[in-house]
């Protein structure tokens, strides 16, 4: 089983940029993803590299701020994320499942996931 490593939250002014970083123990062979959980709130799908379609997909509330992207030889995940707002607020999770799975949208949809990595924006 793969391990997962995130960096690159911390705290950010409304407007600022941040990018995150998910380091994978191995080859990248499935479908990763980032999700964020605020305190008293459910994990929410943020956005999804698929290995088989290369399919990039956002959740509605980043569409257009932030952009997924992938470096195989590195073996790391990125998501850049533009325009911040206080509503961005969160612990920022990267997760790893199977490549065959249609479910990368959820959470039930990967089986690894990392430690998660803080990101707070100040208004």
């Known amino acids: 089983q793969v391990q997962l490593a995130e960096s690159g939250g911390g705290l950010v002014q409304a407007g600022g940029s941040l990018r995150l970083s998910c380091v994978v123990s191995?080859?990248?062979?499935?479908?990763m993803g980032w999700f964020r959980q605020a305190p008293g709130k459910e994990r929410e799908f943020v956005a999804a590299?698929?290995?088989?379609?290369?399919?990039?997909a956002y959740g509605d509330s980043v569409r257009g701020r932030f952009t997924v992207s992938r470096d195989n030889a590195e073996k790391t995940l990125y998501l850049q994320m533009n325009s911040l707002k206080p509503e961005d607020t969160a612990v920022y999770y990267c997760?790893?499942?199977?490549?065959?799975?249609?479910?990368?949208?959820?959470?039930?949809?990967?089986?690894?996931w990392g430690h998660g990595t803080q990101v707070t924006v100040s208004s």
């Open positions: 997760a790893y499942g199977s490549p065959y799975s249609g479910n990368y949208l959820e959470p039930e949809g990967y089986d690894t």
């Open positions: 590299f698929t290995n088989v379609h290369k399919i990039r």
């Open positions: 191995d080859y990248i062979r499935g479908n």
